[in-house]
């Protein structure tokens, strides 16, 4: 299937269809493309090394010249994060409320492409035209402010775009969900809903964000010692109420983390975070109040091995410290893939003496997405014609789906796809086909210009497991002998001192490689160390069921 139809727009999910995290979807017509996010992903456990997961964006790069715009739905980095990343290979507009962008200008200039970037602040309501697509902005309550859906005029009819969303009756910042403007596009007619899936699997309606602020306030109530509150530095609407709460028991508020400092500065300077700047000190100075005199804001609710809570749960933090009886609440979803790094920062604090809340021990932390409840209301209210379920793992995207059966899209009008996949609208047809090109993840080391290769990450993983061993040989010049006696090092493999005679064995096996090569294969370095590392490789997973790498070194005297 083509798509440089005229008569069809081509979506191309390059995240976020079968993960949390890594949001990126393209629309496509004949002469123009816009893009609805760039976010990224943190990775596991089993990758080590990688810092961050991108979109691959090879697809959108072969066709940048046709990408009229980026539209960013709200300032969470599972939806902005790759935006430096982006912009460093495709020069596009980028439209966002001002929160969102002034959130994303951090990081845009952490990586040097903020002088360069179009930034284009919008307003609720505001409309953009982009080649073929007129885009609207619709608010929509979730757990940061000027959060939006977008809606998109096509030539094939109106297709929404939700974001992330609930529908939060009692809001903390800002306004209510604008269900009138839902509905005016549900009565105008919706050709296309793609809508968030992420608590498809959660029954009912989503919580307010307000329902734990009586649980904080207990917490506040019953610590006599220092009080320490973790939380997403982007969750603007639970800062609010850490900050009040900190008024309302008369303690003094510090904050550590560059990204929570960032956005509580911007979060203010902008009206969103209302705070009184006496009850704000310097982390620094932390010792010299009496401990039921302060809370500490903190970042590290995932277990980030270098976020400030990892660093005070090792006893590390410069000048911050847990000490016995002291609180430590972490107000956040663990996000799927995280519990290890979480578990361990909760162990190192009860080591320390700290009293520990999360979200599965007390009501510290409610959901900034729709539950099953919210998600039909989505639905009732913008009746779509066809239906795709975004955002979430492939469990959550099938949920969704029965969700809007249950609702009264018919099973054939509803679509589940993955990244990658080509979804084609028409105006009378919706479907998904096979993956189109290279599509995936890219997997970052320090900044978005270190990209690893696939290979790369799977020799990590082999080291980890396996470790490594390095035979060194000494050739003399003319490449004809052996100079010296072959020498293996070994390190996480085995103890070597414990296998001598395997070692003993690796090197007759080493030497027996080399002498069995031509002299004008000796000469080719590269061959030596090829041939050197399949003998061993091969003697090793024999002997030791185990493949550890094998690194040979040539050099020449």
């Known amino acids: 299937m083509q798509n440089d139809i005229s008569s069809q727009v081509s979506i191309i999910p390059l995240g976020g269809l079968g993960e949390f995290g890594l949001n990126m979807m393209v629309y496509e017509t004949e002469d123009d493309i816009i893009v609805i996010d760039t976010g990224f992903m943190l990775p596991n456990a089993d990758m080590p090394g990688v810092d961050l997961i991108f979109p691959d964006i090879?697809?959108?790069?072969?066709?940048?010249?046709?990408?009229?715009?980026?539209?960013?739905?709200?300032?969470?980095?599972?939806?902005?994060?790759?935006?430096?990343?982006?912009?460093?290979?495709?020069?596009?507009?980028?439209?966002?409320t001002q929160l969102t962008l002034s959130i994303a200008s951090g990081r845009l200039k952490e990586y040097g492409v903020l002088g360069k970037a179009e930034l284009n602040a919008i307003t609720l309501g505001d409309k953009v035209d982009l080649g073929a697509f007129s885009a609207e902005f619709i608010h929509v309550t979730h757990s940061i402010p000027d959060s939006v859906a977008i809606a998109l005029r096509t030539p094939v009819g109106v297709i929404v775009h939700t974001g992330d969303f609930k529908f939060d009756s009692t809001p903390v910042i800002g306004k209510l969900s604008d269900i009138q403007s839902l509905a005016r596009l549900g009565a105008e007619g919706v050709q296309l809903l793609l809508s968030d899936s992420t608590n498809a699997n959660w029954q009912g309606q989503t919580p307010s964000e307000r329902s734990i602020y009586d649980s904080i306030d207990n917490i506040f109530q019953k610590t006599e010692q220092k009080l320490f509150l973790c939380t997403f530095s982007s969750s603007i609407h639970r800062l609010q109420q850490f900050v009040d709460l900190a008024a309302k028991h008369h303690r003094l508020v510090a904050v550590t983390g560059r990204s929570l400092t960032n956005n509580i500065r911007i979060a203010t300077e902008l009206g969103h975070l209302k705070m009184n700047p006496d009850y704000l000190i310097d982390a620094r100075d932390v010792a010299l109040f009496k401990p039921h005199e302060v809370v500490i804001l903190s970042t590290g609710s995932q277990g980030e091995p270098r976020s400030a809570m990892a660093l005070m749960a090792l006893d590390n933090h410069p000048f911050l410290n847990v000490e016995p009886n002291d609180t430590v609440v972490i107000?956040?979803?663990?996000?799927?893939?995280?519990?290890?790094?979480?578990?361990?920062?909760?162990?190192?604090?009860?080591?320390?003496?700290?009293?520990?809340?999360?979200?599965?021990?007390?009501?510290?932390?409610?959901?900034?997405?729709?539950?099953?409840?919210?998600?039909?209301?989505?639905?009732?209210?913008?009746?779509?014609?066809?239906?795709?379920?975004?955002?979430?793992?492939?469990?959550?995207?099938?949920?969704?789906?029965?969700?809007?059966?249950?609702?009264?899209?018919?099973?054939?009008?509803?679509?589940?796809?993955?990244?990658?996949?080509?979804?084609?609208?028409?105006?009378?047809?919706?479907?998904?086909?096979?993956?189109?090109?290279?599509?995936?993840?890219?997997?970052?080391?320090?900044?978005?210009?270190?990209?690893?290769?696939?290979?790369?990450?799977?020799?990590r993983i082999q080291l980890s497991q396996d470790g490594m061993v390095i035979p060194i040989v000494v050739l003399h010049s003319d490449g004809k002998e052996i100079a010296t006696e072959p020498e293996i090092i070994s390190r996480g493999f085995v103890y070597m001192d414990e296998s001598e005679e395997l070692f003993t064995e690796a090197k007759e096996i080493t030497r027996g490689v080399i002498e069995n090569l031509t002299n004008e294969q000796k000469q080719e370095t590269e061959i030596v160390q090829d041939e050197i590392r399949t003998v061993l490789r091969r003697f090793f997973s024999k002997q030791m069921k185990r493949s550890p790498l094998v690194l040979p070194v040539v050099m020449r005297v």
């Open 331 to 459: 107000s956040a979803r663990i996000i799927p893939g995280n519990e290890k790094s979480v578990g361990n920062v909760v162990n190192h604090l009860l080591r320390r003496g700290a009293k520990i809340y999360h979200e599965r021990n007390a009501n510290v932390h409610v959901s900034g997405h729709g539950s099953s409840e919210d998600l039909k209301l989505m639905i009732n209210l913008l009746q779509p014609k066809f239906f795709i379920p975004i955002h979430g793992e492939y469990q959550n995207l099938v949920r969704h789906a029965e969700l809007a059966e249950s609702v009264g899209i018919p099973r054939d009008n509803i679509r589940v796809a993955e990244d990658g996949e080509l979804i084609c609208i028409t105006p009378d047809s919706c479907e998904v086909f096979e993956r189109q090109g290279r599509s995936g993840r890219v997997l970052v080391d320090g900044k978005p210009e270190i990209e690893l290769e696939d290979i790369v990450l799977r020799d």
């Open 58 to 96: 090879h697809y959108l790069v072969e066709r940048k010249a046709k990408v009229r715009g980026i539209l960013l739905t709200h300032g969470h980095e599972d939806h902005i994060g790759a935006l430096a990343y982006v912009l460093q290979q495709i020069d596009a507009p980028v439209f966002g």
